[in-house]
Nanobody, 129 residues
C-alpha cells in the first residue's frame, strides 16, 4: 500500500515558476513509477510527467517537456514537479500518482490515469495573466 501527499501548490503569475512536492509512504521501489497528473474544471485528467523512482525512464507529453521537469529523491520517497513558464492554461488541480508497474506497452500507457493504483488528494495551482 502506498500513501501520497502533495504540497507546493499556490497562485503564481503567468511566466512564473512553481515546484510541487509529493511525499510517499509505504512500499516504494526503484522500479515504482511516480507521476503527476492535472485536472482542470470541465476537462479530463491528463498526465504531465512520470518517472521511475530510480529515474531509469521519464516521460512527458510533447507539449510540456520543455517547461516541466519531474525528479525524485529516492531516499526520502519524494517526487517533485518543477514547472517553468507557467501559463493560465496550466491552472488545475495537480495530483501525484504511483504504480509499481505499468501495463504494456509502458511508453504508450505511462501518462494514462488508469495505469496508476495510488493517488494523492491533489494540490491546486492557479496562474493569473
Amino acid at each position: 500500500q502506498v500513501q501520497l501527499v502533495e504540497s507546493g501548490g499556490g497562485s503564481v503569475q503567468s511566466g512564473g515558476s512553481l515546484t510541487l512536492s509529493c511525499e510517499a509512504s509505504g512500499n516504494i521501489y526503484d522500479h515504482t513509477w511516480m507521476a503527476w497528473f492535472r485536472e482542470a474544471p470541465g476537462k479530463e485528467r491528463e498526465g504531465v510527467a512520470t518517472t521511475q523512482v530510480a529515474r531509469y525512464v521519464t516521460y512527458y507529453p510533447d507539449a510540456l517537456k520543455d517547461r516541466f521537469t519531474i525528479y525524485t529523491n529516492k531516499g526520502k520517497k519524494m517526487a517533485f514537479l518543477q514547472m517553468n513558464g507557467l501559463k493560465p492554461e496550466d491552472a488545475a488541480m495537480y495530483y501525484c500518482a504511483a504504480a509499481h508497474g505499468l501495463p504494456s506497452p509502458a511508453k504508450s500507457r505511462a501518462l494514462e490515469p488508469g495505469s496508476y493504483n495510488y493517488w494523492g488528494q491533489g494540490t491546486q495551482v492557479t496562474v493569473s495573466s
